[in-house]
């Protein structure tokens, strides 16, 4: 069955290929580099014998429990090529999804070009419970307790010592990397480990944890507006025709057919009808988030102008235009038709792999859904209401999670991390781009004097991480030499 898993999913990450398989779309929407976070960049040609295979550390499962001592495997890999000794050493730090080789293998991403700058040795590490870095024999809710990003960010805290003897790395400076939820690991890692960790550089880390991600949609709706009013016009008129439609069945059906949903519209069915308004909405987000930033198609093909140009197609109806916006997307991800099965939705979110273990993270740590419940909601219609969001938490992992424990736990995240307005390290680069929905949980202005937040004007989730291009922008050239003048004066004698 094709489909899409719904905002939930839209995370930070990075957007790979088109996905293949079951919810292919939101899956591949959902997050990452690779936020978790970032696309992963394509090598090409053979791997430089620098590039280390699999590797394994025995890490804690509890950092915060002294009486528990078992481990567990923890993925990471390694880059000496451009090493020198007495060089730093760059850790990339992965997000909520299986890592591979890709990112410390490509010589022509800016963290790379920076470790060949600076004679520097990279290491790349697995999250724990993402990809083949599982900590317990399955993921039952009982079993996920272990899944945080304290936990984590606890896991780099003793991966640099051990590393650092492993390969008689002593003396060495050391500094994270990351993008998207990675980009805020690595931000968070120099604020909790500054005597391990000498800097960091957190592309789009988001530090400031939300229940209800109202502000996501908007940024959307104003990345629309910005490149064409005509554009923004266009989705709202023909978003604005769907209620009525839903309530007749010759409305329905012709939103059957016209969306090439795989399940007719149940209008009694309220949370078949979120996940349908999702799907749709779940379009024009994906092109805002990723469009533009200089990976694969979303780099020239996938883009605001590009989906602007159907969306404003003229001789066709503004909801015509929106139908053909859902094929485009549809034929990217190879799908048949748009799953909007509420309850397969729910029961593929209860099997065990990365989706189970971020959407946990979201419920216990973060939120970070992205309703409807803005007050300009007129553009979309409180159609994706929070507790839509909130509600499978409990559905997903058990009756223990209901609207106060979502909540609290949030409000924890927040009050441990100090959120994007008390976050204060120093030696610390965070980049963010202004049609990138999440920028607005990023810190945007500089803290302290050796704070660097980066504003890139009409640039994309994580664009700044990837390697230079003819068609960049002015504003992400300059991003990017400015965080290459910043990272290497840390090592400038």
Known sequence: MNGRVGLLLLFLG???????????????????????????????????PGVSGDQYIASKVD????????????????????????GPVFLMIGGEAAEDSSWVADGDLVWTQLAAANNAMVFLIEHRYYGASQVTADQSTANLKYLSSRQALADIADFIPAMT??????????VTFGGSYSG?????????????????????????AVVDFVGYLEV?????????????????????????????????????????????????????IANFYSSIIGNYMTIAQYGGDNAGPFATEMTIPA??????????????????????????????????????????????????????????EFGFYQSTDAPNAAFYGNVVPVDWYVKQCALIYGSQFDNTTVYSNIASTNGFYHGQNGYNATRIVL??????????????????????PIIINGTAHCADMYGDSSIDPASLTA???????????????
């Open 14 to 48: 990075l957007v790979g290929g088109p996905a293949k398989t079951k919810f292919q779309r939101k899956r591949a929407i959902f997050g990452r580099p690779w936020f978790g976070l970032t696309p992963k960049p394509t090598v090409k040609g053979p791997l430089n």
């Open 431 to 452: 980049p963010n781009g202004t049609n990138d929905p999440w920028h607005v949980l990023g810190v945007l202005n500089a803290p302290n004097s050796q704070a660097y």
């Open 220 to 272: 959307v709706s104003n990345d629309l507006n910005t490149y064409s009013m005509d554009c923004g016009n266009s989705l709202k008129n023909a978003l604005a025709q769907i209620p009525q439609l839903l309530t007749t069945s010759q409305g329905r059906q012709q939103l059957f057919k016209g969306f090439q949903l795989c399940q007719p519209l149940d209008q009694t069915n309220s949370d078949q």
């Open 165 to 174: 003897s492993k390969f008689n790395l002593q003396g060495a400076k050391w």
């Open 184 to 208: 805020a690991l690595a931000a968070w890692s120099r604020m909790l480990y500054p005597d391990l960790i000498y800097g960091a550089v957190g592309s789009s880390g988001p530090v400031q």
């Open 63 to 86: 950092h915060f429990d002294s009486s528990n001592t078992n481990t567990y495997q923890q993925r990471y890999w390694y880059n000496d090529q451009w090493y020198s000794a007495g």
């Open 479 to 493: 991003a990017r030499t400015q965080i290459r003048s910043i990272v290497n004066s840390w090592f400038q004698s």
């Open 307 to 364: 989906l602007c140009k159907l969306q404003t197609t003229s001789g066709n109806t503004d909801l015509q235009n929106m139908y053909a916006v859902n094929q485009w997307i549809m034929n990217y991800y190879g799908e048949s038709c748009v799953d909007i099965d509420y309850n397969d939705y729910i029961a593929y979110l209860k099997q065990p792999g990365d989706y189970r273990a971020w959407i946990y993270q979201t419920c216990t």
